[in-house]
């Protein structure tokens, strides 16, 4: 394993920026940022905090919101061509 470190957590930053291991200290860090206290912090499932760093990346313009999907009734699905 040459040029790793051992502190490394085995994944590391990939290339384009597209995603970072969230280990402990990210997510203290992230809900420091959300002003969450440590117990709040710690008892907060994965998935949700997953969701509120995503939606402070929305808020501070470093990601875009996903695009909304139309949904159709059947009317407007039958009058597409």
Not at 30 to 41: A, K, P, V, W
Not at 51 to 58: A, K, N, V
């Amino acid at each position: 394993m040459a040029g790793r470190r051992s502190g490394d957590p085995g994944k590391g930053r990939k290339k384009n920026g597209q995603s970072v291991k969230l280990t402990l200290p990210w997510f203290l860090f992230y809900g420091r940022m959300l002003h969450m206290t440590r117990q709040e912090i710690l008892i907060t499932q994965y998935s949700e905090m997953v969701d509120m760093i995503t939606c402070l990346s929305i808020y501070n313009g470093t990601l875009q919101p996903a695009a909304t999907q139309t949904i159709y009734n059947f009317d407007a699905a039958m009058a597409v061509e």
